[in-house]
């Protein structure tokens, strides 16, 4: 029976925060181990008084002690952001860092972080430079706008053409496409912090021409359309072209600008799946300003790019603002790499690794999947293994994410992890636990009563990295 007297002796025996601190072996700074030993006996005193704790002793040993605490101090000095093992099927996972960069993309990125680099500085003339000419021209070249420039993220780039072309002034948009993107980043709350002034037209599901021109006024400054890029309104539904914006706003000498969200340089309907506007097709429509992101469908680094007029472009780039959301090396390093890339577009889709992912073949991913399972049998079969655990290949369907192609169900497969009575020490939700507290992560997803691994977003060189948290999750 567990007493009170029991509970203030455990609680008696737990060692002092100096003591435990002094008796790891680690070489850690001492300032690190207190803290560590701190949480420590915290964590212990927590469990003794929940009852969570085996009171069956009198005492807890100071090597048990120990041992949980060089385990706290591991976690103190391992870096807070590491890399995971991706299981879901969601390829474009925000919560997840979004799209993986080609090998060769890494490497640029190392050898321009590892020493100085000519960020700024003109080789040609010896004089300062611009930074956003390593990539300016590439931009252009791949999307057919007179100029470009690249900011920190989407929104910035929202905000900062909205700021420069239309503080003041009445930017008219349709209802239907006053998006909310993760976050609860709202285009109408972007659009006031511009400085910009809101004139919705139009209703949630139907829009025609007509309202737009009947909202133009002296206070217009410009006509703006949002993609629904991370929902679809279907059924009676009505929108207006960017082509079309741009006859009518060229007719009131106003500029047209196109939010494209995610953006894309590749047309999906090529691989099957649901078309999503390029920036291409925005700038051929007669957008004057395209903005989108760069780390999502076209599959680079966190950056928010603006395409267009040279004109606009140009006024948008002397704007102060600019400066605060300017993007670093590192991010000039991808963007420029991943962007080479694409300068052959009959490879890009090979080669950057979420463009391969979503265009993956039901057919390749089933064959992938039964590699997967066969690494975790193989792992499996050198230890114990629960009677009842069941190992299978089964059809699945993975998502786009990152706010793209909502409506759009990617066939794919996956590894299901069972067990026959679906509770206890191997259920799915206890498997799901411990392999994300692996290390590397691996962060898979339940449905229906088992454990999935998606192998879509699994790179084969993590195979052996997943069989092994396996195995270490069922010890």
Do not use: W
């Not at 786009?400 to 067990?419: C, M, N, Y």
């Not at 898979?444 to 060189?461: N, P, W």
Request: charged content about 25%; some cysteine.
């Amino acid at each position: 029976m567990i007493t009170p007297e029991k509970i203030e002796n455990m609680l008696k025996s737990l060692p002092k925060v100096d003591v435990l601190a002094d008796a790891i072996t680690s070489m850690a700074p001492r300032k690190l181990r207190i803290s560590a030993a701190r949480k420590t006996i915290d964590n212990l005193r927590k469990k003794i008084l929940s009852g969570k704790a085996d009171l069956s002793a009198d005492a807890f040993s100071l090597e048990e002690a120990v041992r949980l605490c060089d385990r706290e101090l591991e976690t103190l000095v391992s870096p807070s952001l590491r890399q995971v093992v991706n299981a879901t099927g969601v390829v474009i996972h925000t919560n997840l860092g979004r799209s993986p960069l080609p090998e060769p993309v890494l490497e640029q990125v190392v050898e321009t972080a590892r020493g100085y680099s000519n960020l700024e500085y003109d080789l040609e003339a010896g004089r300062r430079g611009s930074r956003y000419s390593h990539v300016e021209e590439l931009v252009c070249e791949l999307t057919g706008a007179d100029a470009a420039l690249v900011v920190n993220n989407n929104a910035a780039a929202v905000l900062l053409s909205l700021e420069t072309l239309a503080r003041g002034r009445e930017v008219v948009v349709s209802r239907g496409e006053l998006v909310e993107i993760g976050g609860s980043f709202r285009i109408p709350d972007v659009m006031a912090r511009s400085g910009a002034i809101l004139k919705e037209v139009g209703a949630t599901n139907r829009t025609h021409l007509r309202d737009y021109e009947m909202a133009i006024s002296e206070e217009t400054a410009m006509l703006l359309k949002v993609h629904q890029s991370n929902f679809a309104i279907t059924g009676f539904t009505k929108a207006v072209t960017v082509r079309e914006l741009s006859e009518l706003a060229g007719k009131h000498g106003l500029p047209v600008m196109e939010d494209l969200g995610s953006g894309t340089f590749t047309d999906f309907a090529r691989y099957g799946m649901a078309h999503e506007p390029t920036v291409q097709e925005a700038v051929k429509a007669g957008a004057d300003i395209v903005t989108f992101s760069g780390d999502k469908l076209l599959g680079g680094p966190q950056a928010g790019i603006i395409v267009g007029k040279k004109g606009f472009v140009d006024r948008i780039k002397k704007n102060p603002m600019n400066r605060a959301m300017r993007i670093d090396k590192l991010t000039l390093a991808a963007l420029e790499g991943i962007l080479m890339i694409y300068r052959d577009p009959v490879t890009a889709a090979s080669r950057i690794p979420a463009l391969n992912m979503l265009t993956r073949s039901r057919e390749e991913l089933a064959a992938k999947a039964e590699q997967l399972r066969a690494a975790i049998e193989k792992q499996l079969a050198a230890g114990p293994r629960p009677a009842d655990l069941h190992i299978d290949v089964v059809d699945t369907v993975s998502r786009v994410g990152g706010g793209a192609l909502p409506l759009q169900e990617l066939e794919s497969a996956a590894v299901a992890i069972r067990t026959g009575k679906g509770d206890g020490k191997f259920s799915p939700s206890r498997l799901e636990a411990a392999l994300r507290k692996n290390s590397p992560p691996v962060v898979a997803r339940l449905e229906d009563d088992a454990l999935l691994l998606d192998v879509r977003t699994v790179f084969k060189r993590e195979f052996e990295t997943v069989a092994q948290a396996m195995v270490r999750a069922m010890g």
